[in-house]
Nanobody
Framework: QVQLVESGGGLVQAGGSLRLSCAAS????????MAWFRQAPGKEREFVAR????????YYADSVKGRFTISRDNTKNAMYLQMNSLKPEDTAVYYC?????????????????????WGQGTQVTVSS
């Protein structure tokens, strides 16, 4: 059974940092890509960052480029999001997502429809 579990969210002041983690179980050796998305109250879920599992290639939304860093640990089947210089507009529930190698999904990896599995989310609140 596949399970994605996020952790590391919390309350931080503007300019501060947080590190999110996503532990993936049930997907050993079968991950194509993983990503972080976020959803603020009253807004649609939006793409934050993506990493390809095989070569570590990364891609970021313009709104977080230069401030956030996505990384992975293949040996632990874990993904991370280091968030620096946080802004109040970064406040949202952050979700991790995974797309498997055998996925039949043809949607681009920057779209929420491009993933097979989702975590339950972790709240990040940035105060001004």
């Amino acid at each position: 059974q596949v399970q994605l579990v996020e952790s590391g969210g919390g309350l931080v002041q503007a300019g501060g940092s947080l590190r999110l983690s996503c532990a993936a179980s049930g997907l050993t050796g079968s991950i194509y890509a993983m990503a972080w998305f976020r959803q603020a109250p009253g807004k649609e879920r939006e793409f934050v960052a993506r990493i390809f599992w095989s070569d570590g290639n990364t891609y970021y939304a313009d709104s977080v480029k230069g401030r956030f860093t996505i990384s992975r640990d293949n040996t632990k089947n874990a993904m991370y999001l280091q968030m620096n210089s946080l802004k109040p507009e970064d406040t949202a529930v952050y979700y991790c997502a995974a797309r498997k190698l055998s996925s039949l999904i043809m949607v681009h990896t920057t779209r929420s429809g491009g993933y097979d599995y989702w975590g339950q989310g972790t709240q990040v609140t940035v105060s001004s």
